[in-house]
């Protein structure tokens, strides 16, 4: 029986891909009990021919090869659809987990029969365990230290019930950059058993060639203003679990113009502002209510103006 699926896409990682799979399977549960979902984005270097490799070592390892790039969304989206597994664990392909530490994890997920089991930080101190609660009453009631629009959001610190996600039809958004806000609000909106424990066993990577660390474009642009058009679809119905998110979607959203829309203008041409500002995907109008007349005044002025300093 397979107890988790770890999902695991993969583009432009061979320095880094083969130590997050062995570090999977370097775990204290039967290799039979659980599977690693491998999904190949189109990847131009030789990271497919590595997991390749590794299955002639690991009977479970699976690789699904995409024939368009659908980015890390529509890679997830296909490994949530093949996995077979009763928990999922979303892992980004240039991480990698610690030894022998998912027996414990997913024996309490099982036991609880939890929908969310989450993780810190790796540089979050908390040390106290707060027990079952709602999805929202861990988004604002828990008193960790890290605010509600953060806490909830980047989906591999959660090993997550996989009916979840399916029975009420959560996905991640495809072809896009910044996906997990929207799909983490959904998912802790709907949950209905989550804990927190205070250790990790997952390690995350921080390099400056990473899909987040790159240089803005035009393109990063469209992107951050997607997501934050799909935050404020979702705030009807979020409000109707708990009002509470409206006010937690309306930072998220005022934190994304002011702190990397706006912040990031001047890392692209005023040519391309001008077309930011001017089309359907970029639509700063409609960002009105939900920033501040000092920001949304200077995102519009800023697509204009050749020579401006943010500080």
């Known amino acids: 029986m397979i107890r988790l699926s770890f999902i695991v896409p993969f583009y432009g990682v061979e320095k880094y891909i083969e130590e997050c799979i062995r570090s999977l399977y370097n775990q204290d549960i039967p290799q039979s009990e659980y599977e690693v979902i491998c999904i ?21 390892l699976r690789l699904i090869c ?48 939890l929908d969310i089991l989450q993780m810190p930080f790796n540089d979050l101190t908390t040390t106290e365990d707060f027990g079952i609660c709602t999805g929202s009453q861990y988004a604002f009631d828990l008193p960790i230290d890290e605010s509600p629009v953060s806490r909830c959001c980047v989906v591999w610190r959660s090993i997550i019930n996989k009916d979840l996600l399916i029975k009420n039809n959560i996905w991640f958004a495809e072809h896009v950059q910044y996906e997990d806000d929207d799909y983490a609000y959904l998912m802790f909106a709907h949950a209905k058993r989550v804990r927190f424990i205070p250790h990790t066993i997952y390690k995350s990577r921080r390099r400056s060639d990473s899909t987040t660390g790159q240089a803005y474009t035009l393109q990063t642009m469209y992107y951050l203003s997607q997501q934050v058009y799909r935050l404020i679809a979702n705030v009807k119905w979020l409000v109707s679990v708990d009002p509470r998110w409206e006010d937690v979607t309306q ?61």
């Open 40 to 60: 190949d984005d189109c990847s131009p270097d030789g990271s497919r021919a590595i997991v390749k490799r590794l299955q002639k070592e690991y009977p479970t």
């Open 66 to 113: 995409h024939t368009e790039n659908k980015r890390q969304g529509g890679a997830r989206n296909t490994g949530l659809r093949e996995a077979q597994g009763k928990y999922i664990w979303f892992v980004d392909s240039d991480d990698y987990l610690l030894p022998n530490g998912v027996g414990s994890l997913l024996a309490q997920a099982e036991k609880e029969d």
């Open 251 to 311: 930072r998220n959203v005022a934190w994304t113009c002011h702190r990397q829309i706006l912040a990031h203008m001047k890392d692209i041409s005023i040519d391309d502002r001008r077309t930011f500002y001017s089309s359907k995907m970029g639509h700063i109008v409609g960002l009105r209510q939900y920033v501040s007349w000092c920001v949304w005044l200077a995102m519009r002025y800023y697509c204009f103006c050749k020579w401006f300093y943010l500080k």
